[in-house]
Structure formats: C-alpha cells, structure tokens
C-alpha cells in the first residue's frame, strides 16, 4: 500500500513552513482572491513563490484553493491568477465549479485539479464523472461514513481525500446561506461571519418581542453549533480504507495549532505503517490535540449520525502558547525566545518540538534584550533570554497550562 498523504492548512507563510518541518506531506492555501477563507491572511505573489519553493525543496506539495462558487465577474479575471499559480509550479488548485474545471483545463493544461468538499461528493458515480473530466482527485463530502468511503475507493480510479480533523460546518458541505443572509458575508465566496456560532432564541409569532432560550444549559442553547472533527483514534480504519489523502481543517487557525495537529497525526500515521500488526494507539496524541485551542470532539459521520449540535459557543482552551524559540546557543545553554503570553520565573513550561515527546522546563534566570534581569516576560514579542536544561529547536513552541485549569 502506498504511504498515505498528511495534507495540513497553511493560512501563511510561516505556517506553510510550520506545517511542513512539523511533518506534512503537502499544505493547502490561498492566494488573495477566490478563496473559501478570506479571514486568512493569504498569499502574496512572492509569498506564493517562496512557498512553493519551500515545499519542493523539501519534497513537500503545495495546492491553491480555487473553491468559492464564482460569478460572472469572477471569471473574468481567475484565468490570470490560474496562468500565475501554474508559472509558480503549484501542484495542484483545488475546485467546486465546473465552469472553474474548464477555465483551468483551458489556461494551465498541465495543472493537476482537485475537486473540492464544496462540490457535495457522495456517492462513486459521481467521483467518476469529475475523474473523466479529467480532476485527478475528489475531496469527498465530510456527510459520509467510512463504509461509504470504502465502497467509493472501491468503485472509483480516482485520488480520494477525506477531512480527519478540525471544524465541521453545520450546513452540509459548508455550503450556507445564513452568513450572507444575516451579516451579508457571503460564505461561499470566502467570507463566512459564523453566525452558526451566535446564541439565538424563539419568538412564538402572537407573542412579539418576547423571546424564549430553549434551554440546554443554564447560558441558552447554541442550535447550529457543530463540535470539531476528531480521528486521531483511528488512522488504522482510515488508512486501510484505501484513501489517498487525509486532510486537516484549519486554514485561519495559528502556527501552534497547525504545528501540533500535524505532528499528532503524523506520529499516529507513521507508528502504524511501521509496524500494522503490532500498532497500539497512542492516547497521548489526543492529549496533545487537547492542548490547543477546539470544540468538543467528535468523529462527525464516519461510524453514523454524530453528536454534532454542541451546548455552548466557546472553545476549550487550557494552554497558552508564552513563546517561541529564535536560537539557541548550544555552548552556554541560552535560548533566544520571542514572548507572546506572559511567563514568570518560577513558573513551569512544556516545550513542544518537531520531534520526540515535549519536555518540561522550570523558568529560571531571565533576561531582556539588553542583558537585564527580569522576573516576568509581560511585555508583547519582547526578546528574552533563557538558559534551558536541554538544546532547544528554533521550530520550538513555549507553552503553559492555563492557570483556571491548574489544580
């Protein structure tokens, strides 16, 4: 069995490469136009370029998202952004149009397609027709099971991709109307308000004005919330499902959080294929997806309906990420970190890197930029000196348990 594909989120540059060193096979992005995440940061022409030539020095693959449902207006001007991303040797774009399909067809011949979870994907037949259009690859539809997805490998010769991990839209497909409708952000052109997040009330039609929380706990009822994806439990039934690609949601989400569900499915991904019969689940790679922030998670559809609907709009969040690493001098011990949460000596410290288990350290003796000695790092990205107990990545996250959640 071919090794299957790790595909993570890049809403960045540095996340690109984050994604990449913490153990991707291939990131997903968008450019500055036609793509489903507006929110994010997105790329620049020559962020564009250092990207893709990050990842292909690094025998890595990069795809550009082309999946809004376009306009008229739209048309007339993505067969230039299609024409760039082709120069700039992008492995593939990804697409939920027909129209777009024939536009890159027509302009970048050569450009591999993949067709988006916005096309609804469920059944073989239907993965076949995109196959014979010529779309190498479906990113199936996050309403399916995993038997569905077997008989779908099975009935197709087309690359399938399959979500693992990250939010799941309440509307099917991600396809929604409310947003537009409420806030007048259009979803499916990259603007989604989530306002499947807003609390909201009834009004019984003879009582105007009098509004009513159905209530789920004591704060309301949060009707369309949907809890994250989750299969960090079950890369074997995925991988054995003959998939092509497993694909982590999250293109708006920070470094941290990129780098840390990468690496977890990575170790689980890698653990099996190095030894399938003997491989045991690792718990404490759920421990770690706990550790950033998420909603409740779930398996969505894959073993039936889920438990989608969630009782609150907040995220569970019991880590603070207090810094990142910026050298290390291996001679004196001293690393250079780049705060961004408040830490204090004394305090303890998990250092997460992209490889082997995360280690602890106690804050000792800090220093400012200047050489000063100081007892707390409180000021936003000031330059602090550390010496650690052990040699310490540049790729290093500085983490630390929130203290509402210190017992």
Request: net charge negative.
């Amino acid at each position: 069995m071919k090794k299957i594909e790790l595909l993570a989120p890049a809403g960045s540059l540095d996340r690109l490469k984050i994604a990449i060193e913490y153990g991707a096979d291939a990131v997903y992005l968008g450019g500055e136009q036609f793509s489903l995440r507006a929110a994010a940061e997105n790329f620049t022409h020559d962020e564009l370029k250092e990207g893709i030539e990050f990842a292909h020095k690094r025998g890595k693959k990069v795809y550009v998202t082309l999946n809004i449902i376009p306009h008229n207006a739209d048309l007339l001007v993505m067969g230039d952004f299609i024409k760039e991303i082709s120069e700039l040797g992008a492995d593939a774009v990804i697409v939920s149009d027909l129209g777009v399909m024939e536009l890159v067809k027509k302009t970048a011949p050569g450009l591999e397609i993949h067709i988006s979870t916005q096309a609804s994907v469920t059944n073989y037949r239907t993965v076949e027709i995109y196959h014979n259009l010529g779309a190498k690859r479906v990113v199936l539809a996050r309403e399916l099971s995993l038997e569905e997805i077997r008989e779908i490998v099975k009935n197709t010769n087309a690359e399938i991709e399959v979500f693992c991990h990250g939010a799941i839209c309440m509307s099917y497909s991600g396809r929604c109307l409310l947003s537009n409708y409420l806030a007048a952000r259009d979803s499916n052109m990259g603007q989604c308000a989530q306002p499947c997040r807003w609390k909201y009330y009834i009004m019984e039609e003879k009582r105007p004005g009098m509004y009513m929380p159905i209530m789920e706990t004591e704060r309301g009822t949060f009707v369309f919330n949907s809890k994250d994806m989750c299969m960090i439990e079950h890369i074997p039934e995925l991988i054995e499902s003959g998939i092509t690609s497993l694909k982590i949601e999250g293109r708006i989400k920070t470094a941290y959080y990129v780098a840390t569900v990468v690496k977890a499915y990575r170790e689980a991904i890698d653990s099996y294929l190095s030894d399938r019969e003997n491989y045991v689940y690792d718990p404490d790679l759920k421990t770690e997806l706990e550790k950033v922030s998420h909603r409740m998670y779930d398996t969505g559809f894959f073993f039936g309906r889920p438990g989608e609907v969630y009782a609150t709009n907040s995220y569970i969040r019991n880590y603070d990420v207090v810094a990142t690493a910026g050298g290390y001098d291996p001679e004196t011990g001293i690393a250079v970190l780049n705060q961004l949460n408040k830490f204090s000596t004394g305090d303890e410290v998990e250092i997460m890197e992209p490889k082997g288990k995360f280690w602890v350290q106690k804050v000792g003796t800090m220093e400012n930029e200047a050489g000063e000695e100081i007892l707390t790092a409180n000021h936003a990205e000031m330059i602090v000196k550390l010496k650690m107990d052990k040699p310490i990545s540049k790729l290093a996250f500085i983490r630390k348990k929130r203290l509402e959640n210190v017992l």
